[in-house]
């Protein structure tokens, strides 16, 4: 069943979802809330697994960028473009019913200020499937694998353009070594832990587009007792 939902507790912000489908979820809100750290009002935005558009719709709360999302699964796109319409925020938002590896089809190369990503966590293989595909390609790398984003994100990027993406934190080795590979260079590592007494289980990174060596390491951040997520990267 198809219900609007507020979102979270971002003011007159609203977000269509589906039970049968992936909801938007922590991951999103707090790629969402790193990710205002580098942004500003001219930018050019894009969101490779835009879901139903929890990222987009709040990081237009904080800047007047244009953001582009794109998502694979139709029925994902629909609630996607349905919450844009019901927030009057077609002007600054679109989402693209497309596999993102097409992304050539639409946009021309380094183009994008920043590029966003809530990737599927899990390689095929590693954990069981869902038995709803729409779930299992929410969850597992079989449309896009972590590579794939360094990837779009060495061709689509500005030089010196941010990639912001938020994992799980037992897969920081790859991000890092293909960082690396693909001359996207990790800036910023946060760690959070979900629970008081619990290691790390996410990672968010920005790593920038042929930038020199040299990482920050934020302190750890547990949110198990936070009420609002707005601002939670502030120092």
């Known amino acids: 069943m198809i219900v609007k939902n507020d979102l979270f507790d971002y003011q007159d912000r609203y977000i269509y979802q589906d039970d049968k489908l992936f909801k938007f979820s922590l991951d999103s809100i707090l790629l969402a809330e790193f990710a205002k750290n580098y942004l500003n009002d001219r930018m050019n935005i894009l969101d490779l697994c835009a879901g139903n558009m929890a990222v987009g719709l709040i990081i237009s709360k904080y800047a007047k960028s244009h953001i582009t999302g794109f998502e694979i699964q139709k029925e994902v796109y629909e ?28 946009f021309k190369s380094e183009c994008f200020d920043v590029l966003v990503c809530n990737p599927p966590f899990f390689r095929v293989g590693s954990s069981i499937k869902n038995v709803n595909e729409g779930l299992s390609i929410a969850r597992h790398e079989i449309a ?12 689509y990027l500005k030089n010196k353009g941010n990639l912001v993406l938020i994992h799980r934190a037992n897969r ?51 949110v198990q007792d936070v009420k609002s997520y707005q601002n939670i990267f502030k120092e």
């Open 172 to 222: 920081l080795d790859e991000i890092i070594v293909l960082a690396v590979k693909y001359q996207i260079n990790v800036k910023n590592i946060q760690l959070i832990t979900t629970k008081k007494g619990k290691k790390p289980s996410i990672v968010i990174i920005n790593a920038v587009k042929n930038s020199k060596s040299g990482v920050i390491i934020n302190r750890e951040l547990c």
């Open 144 to 155: 896009l694998t972590l590579e794939d984003i360094f990837k779009i994100s060495k061709s």
């Open 79 to 106: 609630l996607g473009k349905k919450s844009i319409d019901i927030n009057n925020l077609t002007k600054q938002l679109d989402i693209i019913n497309d596999d993102v590896k097409n992304i050539g089809k639409y």
